[in-house]
C-alpha cells in the first residue's frame, strides 16, 4: 500500500491529524534526503588539497594546525554519526518501501504489516488521541472502530444512522464554489485574496473570510465551552456532546450599548456599533435584518451574517466540529441562540442566490445543533433544500433512517413521493405513484391548495370534494397547526411541482386517491393525523420558523400571545426556559418579552420616546452606563472585542 494510500485510508477512518502528520513528516523525510545527496555529491565531487612539501621537509610541524583541523574533523564526525545513522535508516526505509507488495503496509520491522496489524495500531493510536476520533473536517464525519465512535463518546447503531444523515460536507460549503462549478470562474465578482485562518490556528468550513473584510485584531468575545450537563436530554437518541456559547466580560460590556441602541429603535446606532465593532455578533446580524427589510444591498446582508460566523467560528471549542454532525449547542443560553440565527439567515441568502447544494449542507448543521428540540424548524426546510440540490437519495435515506418519523409533517410526506419519482426517471413510476398516494390520503388538505397554485389540471369538482376540506373551522386570527405545516408546505414548495412531467403524476395519483377514498371515506392514516394536528396549539419551534422564515401572510395565523409577545430581530421568541443574563439585568419576563417598552433607572421609567430630542443622548449615555456597571462589564480602555487593527490605532489604541 502505498503512502498515498494509507494517508487516504487515515482520513477516511477519521484520523486527519494522523493523515496530516504522516505528510508532514514524508515531506521532511524528502528534504533531509535532498540535503544528504547534495552533501555525498559535494563530498565524492570535492578534490583533495595536493601535499605541500615543504611541510613534509619540515617533519610535519605545521603550529598545530594539522592537529587543530584533525581536532575538528573528529568532532564534525562524531556529530555527523546521528545524521548519518538517520539518513541511512531512511535509506533502508525507503528501499523496503519499493519492495512492499500491494495487500501489506511497510511495518517498522522490516516486514509486511497485514491490513488487521494496521486496524489494530489504529485502535491503539485512538486510545492515545481520542480527539483523532472525532469528525475529520473534509465533511465526511467517519470515525475509528467501525465508524461507531465520535468525539470520544460511543455510539449505538441507532446513534450511527442518525449521525449520518446530519454530517455535512464541507466542501459543498462554499457559496463561490458553487457558482463557479455551475457559470464558471467569471460569475464570481473577484474581491481579492481570501484571507486564511492559520494563524487563528482553525480550520474554517462555515465561513470564508474575504480580503476586504476588516482585521480581526482581537477575539470576537464570543466562546464555546463543554456544557456541563443538559437537563432533558438523558438518552438521547442521536448521541453528540453538548457545548454552550459564552460572552467576554468586555463583550457584555459592548452589548449594552446594542441593547441601548435596539431599545430606543436607532438603526444609525446599531450601524455605528457594528462599523466601531465589526465582528460584534448581534450588531452584525441586525444590521443585515435591517437592510434586507429597508430594501437596501443584499449582498452586503449576507456578507454581514457570514462576518457574524466568521466571529463564531473562530471562537469554537477544539472538540466541536460544525460539520461532524455530533456538535449540539444549548439553545437555553441567549449566546447560543445567536448562532443558531446566523445559520439560518445564512441559509437564507444562500437559497437566495440560487446556492442549494450550500443551503442544504448548512441546513443539516443547523439541525444538527439541537436535531431532538430542532429550534428553529430545520426539518421545515432540509427536504425543500435536499430537492432543489438534486439530493434525492438522501430524501428516501433520512425518511428511513431517521429515528422520528418524518413523514408526519407534510412536506415530508409529498417530498418522499416526488423524490422517488425523480429517481425513477423515465422508468416505472409505480412505487413513487403509491408514495403520492399516501401523502394524499394522509393530508387531503394539501390538494385544493397545491394543486391550484402549481397549475396542475384538475376538475374543480374534485378539488372541492369533502374529503380535501378542513374539518375544522379556522378561528378567523389564527390557524391551526394542520393549516400551518400546510401553508408552509405549500408556500415553500410549489415551483417544484410546476413541470408537465410533475404534473401529470400528480393527476394520476390524485385519481388513484379517489378510488379509495371511494372505498374507505375516513382512511387511518388521516384519522391520526387529524388527531395530532388539528388543534390551536402550535410549537414553539414552528411559531419562531416563521416569524424568521419571510413568510408575512403566515405570521398573521400565529396564536395571539406569540403575534403580541414583544420580540426582537436579533433573537426572536426567546425559549420558556431562557437563560438570559440580559434580560435578567433589564428587568423582562418572558410574558413581558425579552426588553421590556419601559426602563427604569434609580426609579425612574423611561421609554423610547424619552431617548429622542433634546437630552435624549446624555439620557441614552445615563442608562449605558448604568446597564455596565449591571453587566460586570470591562472597563473603557480595555481594547475592544473584534476591533479592526486600523480603528484600533485611529483612537490611539495600542499594544498591551
Known sequence: MSSRAVKRLLRERGYDELAESSAHIERRERELQAQDQATSDSEETKPQPKANMFDLLMGGDNDGSDSDRSEEAVEVTAAAKPVAA????????????????????????????????????????????????????????????????????????????????????????????????????????????????????????????????????????????????VAGRAGDRTGGSWFVMEHSGRFRSVQTEFLAAVMTHSADGVAALAHHHPYHVDALLQLSEILKQTGGDFAEAGELVERALYAFEVGFAPRFSAVGGMGRLDFRYVESRTLYLALFRHMQFMARRGCWRTAFEVNKVLLSLDPVMDPYGALLTLDFHALKSRQYEYVGQFVRDWSWSSVDLPNWAFSRALAEFMVEGQGSAAHSMELLVEAILKF?????????????????????????????????????????????????????????????????????????????????????????????????????????????????????????????????????????????IMGGGRGEGLMPGMFEIDGEFYGPEDFEGEGGEGLLQQMINFLRVRVGGGAADVEDPGTSSDEAEAEGVGEQ
Open 444 to 584: 387531503p388538505t394539501v390538494v385544493p391548495v397545491l394543486w391550484s397554485k402549481a397549475n396542475v389540471g384538475v376538475d374543480d369538482v374534485v378539488l372541492t370534494h369533502p374529503y380535501f376540506q378542513d374539518e375544522v373551522v379556522a378561528d378567523a386570527s389564527a390557524l391551526t397547526h394542520m393549516q400551518l405545516v400546510v401553508q408552509l408546505f405549500v408556500e415553500r414548495h410549489t415551483p417544484l411541482y410546476r413541470t408537465p412531467e410533475v404534473a401529470r403524476w400528480m393527476q394520476e395519483g390524485l385519481l388513484l386517491a379517489l378510488e379509495r377514498i371511494a372505498v374507505d371515506a375516513a382512511p387511518q392514516s388521516k384519522r391520526e393525523a387529524q388527531r395530532r394536528l388539528c388543534t390551536y396549539v402550535i410549537p414553539e419551534n414552528i411559531s419562531r420558523h416563521v416569524l424568521v422564515a419571510d413568510l408575512e401572510a403566515l405570521k398573521a395565523g400565529l396564536p395571539e400571545e406569540i403575534r403580541t409577545a414583544e420580540s426582537f430581530a436579533f433573537d426572536p421568541l426567546p425559549p420558556k426556559d431562557d437563560v438570559n443574563v440580559y434580560r435578567e
Open 86 to 229: 538517520a539518513a541511512e535508516g531512511r535509506r533502508r526505509a525507503k528501499g523496503k518501501k519499493k519492495g512492499k507488495g500491494k495487500k501489506g503496509i511497510s511495518g517498522g520491522d522490516g516486514g509486511e504489516q497485514t491490513m488487521e496489524e494496521f486496524e489494530a495500531e489504529l485502535a491503539k493510536l485512538q486510545e492515545q488521541l481520542p480527539e483523532a476520533t472525532a469528525a475529520t473536517e473534509d465533511g465526511r464525519g467517519e470515525s475509528g472502530r467501525g465508524k461507531g465512535v465520535a468525539l470520544g463518546v460511543v455510539l449505538t447503531e441507532e446513534q450511527q444512522r442518525n449521525r449520518a444523515l446530519l454530517v455535512a460536507d464541507a466542501k459543498h460549503l462554499d457559496a463561490e464554489a458553487e457558482i463557479r462549478r455551475m457559470f464558471g470562474s467569471a460569475a464570481v465578482k473577484d474581491k481579492g485574496r481570501r484571507l486564511g485562518a492559520a494563524s487563528l490556528g482553525k480550520r474554517l468550513t462555515l465561513s470564508h473570510p474575504k480580503a476586504n473584510w476588516p482585521a480581526m485584531r482581537a477575539q470576537a468575545g464570543v466562546e464555546m465551552r463543554v456544557a456541563d450537563s
